[in-house]
């Protein structure tokens, strides 16, 4: 079984920066697509960033310019570096994965992390 776990989140003001993580453990072959969604109070969850095995990028328009998502394919590890945070980005940000497995058969699954809390004052 494949788990997700995130770090990073936490409380900051305007104008700061923080910086998630999220590794993955358990019995991978390969990790292909890397995303991290977020879902504010009363909102439909949403696509915040996402990278695929080979480094390319996408964001939605709302952080582009201000957060930037890399990974470290040895250590299965995702991160989505966050500048210039604004009150509106406060939300639960989960990483997901598109992870290949080879137990009990090869095959690809969709896996979601347990979220961690951004919160940022004005």
């Known amino acids: 079984q494949v788990q997700l776990v995130e770090s990073g989140g936490g409380l900051v003001q305007a104008g700061g920066s923080l910086r998630l993580s999220c590794t993955a453990s358990?019995?991978?072959?390969?990790?292909?697509?890397m995303a991290w969604y977020r879902q504010a109070p009363g909102k439909q969850r949403e696509l915040v960033a996402s990278i695929n095995r080979n480094g390319s990028t996408n964001y939605t328009d709302s952080v582009k310019g201000r957060f930037t998502i890399s990974r470290d394919n040895a250590k299965n590890t995702v991160y989505l570096q966050m500048n210039s945070l604004k009150p509106e980005d406060t939300a639960v940000y989960y990483c997901n994965s598109q992870t290949v497995v080879v137990v009990p058969r090869y095959r690809t699954v969709e896996v979601w992390g347990q979220g961690t809390l951004v919160t940022v004052s004005s």
């Open positions: 358990g019995i991978i072959y390969s990790i292909n697509g």
